[in-house]
């Protein structure tokens, strides 16, 4: 092993029922870089990740780390022990505890027995936190914390244990500009101290930001490792998915054109629920695409959550296709042919231990009522056309949905909502935390069903998908309306404008 690399595997391959995971796959990383593992959903990051951290046992090949300057061959048998060979993750989800103070977290379950040197363990974690520039306090409540700060603090964990290689799992997915910069101080601060850090994260623009090297996976296999100079983005792009990709130039929006007098599909006026006080009129015609804009915290997802009846309504009027009706639950509104893809997808939409068929058929079971169930052939007749439809790599249709990639669990949360058929089809944040190819794969979807005639309210904390697929914006700040955006004036300097309050 070289003398600046801490961690080299060779020839990985992993198996599955009927999927090849990983084949014959090398990956490299030194001492004192930060080197982005990158690929579609599907590509087989999660999985090389899984076989370095202990959760999974790879068929063959071979994994080195560098001990004192020297080339160890290893195994590892567990996260504990991975953990133990100075190998440590940290995940998109938190997974300390929010109920114990800072100090607590860092050094929960390295007591030893049952007697805790309390003075002793916030004095270090005081020296840790200042050591690292974190900005919190020994005794603080976790949850009282940022979550951009407890992301530190479980780095912080991970480097207090004299970590060599450090894995950030998609660390960025739900922290703000600011966060992200602060999370970034960090991690420069750990390379400078001679840390390996391994970055998962879909944002090209960070890893161009803050990555030395990039290593790509495609399909389970490696396509190559590149220093991030010689790596232009529209490059990477290309090799993550296998074809040349221009700018999404072939993307062709067609500008919305409503049908004189025709009443709207859905109206709202004076709409409030409990966590979107401020009252706010709404509307959208048959195939068109429109959008909530704003900073996050703008109140863009509560709009639609009050749409859908998913929070508790207050006030105002609705009317579906010129009728006055009654949404106060999202049965409601599934029973007027309205559809909801909700923003955390682990939370709202998959039920993670059923399988893909269960998930696709979920809504319109609900609508036909679970007293009549749907057979096995109907069920397996409907999943396998949405399957196929949305191209859903999955090993069967039995496969539970946590399996999947985050990618394909987005699709088959559209597939259920497309098997009910809706005539108006909410999507807030349908692309967040997937690769490019899936992003642009929604994408189309949501300019053909418009095509097709169903209306679409499409929400991205990323502009740019916004000026692609919508032809009306609503521009948001503090939870109102502030602005309405239509055909020319949808475009990204407007947009910035009118949220900064500075356009009409």
């Not at 058929?421 to 935390?433: A, F, K, N, V």
Request: proline share 4%.
């Amino acid at each position: 092993m070289q003398n600046d690399v801490v961690l080299k595997m060779r020839g990985i391959n992993i198996s599955f029922p009927g999927v090849k995971a990983l084949s014959d796959v090398d990956f490299t990383l030194r001492k004192g870089e930060i080197h982005a593992l990158m690929g579609e959903n599907g590509a087989g990051k999660s999985t090389l990740i899984k076989i370095l951290t202990g959760v999974y046992t790879k068929d063959s090949g071979q994994i080195f780390i560098d001990t004192d300057g020297t080339e160890s061959e290893i195994t590892i048998r567990s996260p504990q022990d991975a953990q133990n060979k100075g190998i440590s993750t940290v995940y998109q989800e938190i997974t300390l505890c929010p109920n114990l103070t800072v100090a607590e977290n860092i050094y929960i379950s390295r007591g030893e027995g049952s007697l805790v040197n309390w003075k002793k363990m916030e004095k270090d974690a005081g020296a840790l936190l200042e050591r690292l520039n974190i900005p919190a306090r020994p005794r603080q409540q976790l949850g009282s914390c940022s979550l951009a700060v407890q992301q530190m603090i479980a780095i912080a964990r991970a480097v207090d244990m004299d970590c060599k290689v450090l894995i950030l799992d998609e660390p960025t997915s739900s922290l703000d500009e600011k966060e992200v910069a602060m999370l970034f101080g960090l991690m420069r601060d750990l390379k400078a101290q001679g840390v390996g850090i391994i970055f998962v994260t879909h944002f090209l623009e960070q890893v161009y930001e803050v990555c030395d090297r990039i290593t790509v996976l495609r399909n389970g296999e490696l396509v190559g490792e590149y220093e991030i100079e010689n790596l232009p983005q529209v490059q990477l792009v290309a090799k993550m998915m296998g074809k040349e990709l221009d700018d999404l130039t072939d993307m062709d929006k067609k500008e919305f054109v409503p049908v004189q007098d025709a009443a709207p599909v859905f109206e709202a006026s004076g709409l409030t629920s409990s966590d979107c006080p401020n009252p706010f009129d709404f509307s959208i015609s048959k195939g068109e695409v429109n959008g909530f804009t704003g900073l996050l915290g703008s109140g863009r997802s509560e709009s639609v959550r009050a749409i859908f009846g998913a929070d508790r309504v207050t006030g105002g009027k609705v009317k579906v296709n010129g009728k006055p009706v009654k949404i106060s639950k999202p049965i409601h509104a599934m029973k007027h042919g309205i559809g909801y893809l909700a923003e955390d997808r682990k939370r709202d939409g998959i039920i993670a231990d059923l399988s893909v068929r269960e998930n696709i058929i979920l809504a319109l079971q609900v609508l036909k009522g679970f007293f009549r169930p749907f057979s096995r052939s109907e069920a397996e007749a409907f999943a396998e056309e949405y399957v196929k439809a949305l191209a859903i790599k999955t090993a069967s249709l039995d496969t539970p949905i946590k399996s999947l990639s985050g990618g394909n669990q987005q699709k088959v949360i559209l597939a259920r909502w497309l098997l009910t058929h809706p005539q108006y089809l909410i999507l807030d944040e349908p692309t967040r935390g997937i690769d490019i190819g899936t992003k642009v794969e929604i994408q189309k979807l949501v300019l053909k069903l418009a095509e097709d005639g169903v209306s679409v309210t499409f929400i991205s904390s990323e502009i740019e998908e916004m000026v692609r697929t919508c032809s009306r914006l609503l521009v948001m700040r503090d939870r109102k309306i502030v602005g309405e955006l239509v055909g020319p004036a949808v475009q990204q300097s407007v947009i910035m404008k009118t949220i900064a309050g500075g356009g009409d």
